[in-house]
C-alpha cells in the first residue's frame, strides 16, 4: 500500500541550531500534508501544513518544504529549543480521501 | 470542551476481556478518526467518521474491533475479546469536515495493556 516514510529515525542537534526533518512519501496523488509533533504521553499536534500546489509555507519558526518532483516533505525547525523535543510525524492525504497516512516519525533531541 | 478528549487515559486488562475507549470530539467537528500507535511507530488507520454517512471500517484489524458514533458526537472503540497484540495507544481525532484539507485535532490517547 502506499506508505509516508522517513529518512532519520532520530536527529540530535545543539540546542540554538537549525534542524531538519524530512520525509519521503510514495503516493503521488497526495496533495495535502501536515507536520505533527508527539511529546511523551500526548496526542500528535498539529504544526503546519502545505498543499501541493504550494512548495513553501513558514509558519512561527518552522518552514515546510515541498517538492513533488522527487517526493519529498522536509520541516524546518529555527533555532531549536528544548521544548522542541519530541517526535515528528509527516502525514500525507489525497484530496479525494479523508484518510491521514502517517510515517514512522523521527525522534528529535535538542542538546543544552 | 476545548479539545478532543479521551477516556480512560490508561487501561490494563487481561486477556479475553473486552474494553470500550471513548471519544469526545472538539463541538461542531463532523469528522471522527480513530488511530491505533504501537510502542514507537506511526499511526495506523482504523475507522473513520463522517456526519451521518456509513463509517470507513476499512482499518479495523479484525471483526473483534468494532466502534459506534451516536448522535453526531461521541464515539466509542470496543475492542472484544482482547489479546496482547492489541496493547497499543489509541488515538481519536476530530475535524470540522472530511475529505477537505484541514487539520486533524487529536486527543490524548487511552493506553491500553493486555495482560
Known amino acids: 500500500g502506499e506508505s509516508v516514510g522517513l529518512h532519520l529515525p532520530t536527529l540530535s542537534v545543539q540546542e540554538g541550531d537549525n534542524s531538519i526533518i524530512n520525509c519521503a512519501y510514495s503516493?503521488?496523488?497526495?496533495?495535502?500534508f501536515i507536520w505533527y509533533k508527539q511529546e511523551s504521553g500526548k496526542g500528535p499536534q498539529f504544526i503546519i501544513d502545505?498543499?501541493?500546489?504550494?512548495d513553501k509555507r513558514q509558519g512561527q519558526r518552522v518552514t515546510v518544504l515541498l517538492n513533488k518532483t522527487v517526493k519529498h516533505l522536509s520541516l524546518q525547525i529555527a533555532a531549536t529549543q528544548p521544548g522542541d523535543s519530541a517526535v515528528y510525524f509527516c502525514?500525507?492525504?489525497?484530496?479525494?480521501?479523508?484518510?491521514?497516512?502517517f510515517g514512522s516519525g523521527t525522534r528529535l533531541l535538542v542538546r543544552p | 470542551g476545548a479539545g478532543v478528549s479521551q477516556s480512560p487515559s490508561n487501561k490494563v486488562t487481561e486477556k479475553g476481556k473486552d474494553v470500550e475507549l471513548r471519544c469526545d470530539p472538539i463541538?461542531?467537528?463532523?469528522?471522527l478518526y480513530w488511530y491505533r500507535q504501537s510502542l514507537g511507530q506511526g499511526l495506523e488507520f482504523l475507522i473513520y467518521?463522517?456526519?451521518?454517512?456509513?463509517?470507513?471500517k476499512s482499518g479495523l484489524p479484525s471483526d473483534r474491533f468494532s466502534a459506534e458514533r451516536t448522535g453526531g458526537s461521541v464515539s466509542t472503540l470496543t475492542i472484544q475479546r482482547t489479546q496482547q497484540e492489541d496493547s497499543a495507544v489509541y488515538l481519536c481525532?476530530?475535524?470540522?469536515?472530511?475529505?477537505?484539507?484541514?487539520?486533524?485535532?487529536f486527543g490524548q490517547g487511552t493506553r491500553l495493556t493486555v495482560v
Open positions: 481525532a476530530s475535524s470540522r469536515f472530511g475529505g477537505e484539507n484541514t487539520e486533524a485535532f
Open positions: 503516493n503521488s496523488a497526495s496533495d495535502y
Open positions: 502545505i498543499r501541493s500546489n504550494m
Open positions: 502525514a500525507e492525504k489525497e484530496d479525494s480521501s479523508y484518510k491521514l497516512i
Open positions: 463541538s461542531g467537528h463532523t469528522a
Open positions: 467518521f463522517q456526519g451521518n454517512s456509513a463509517p470507513d
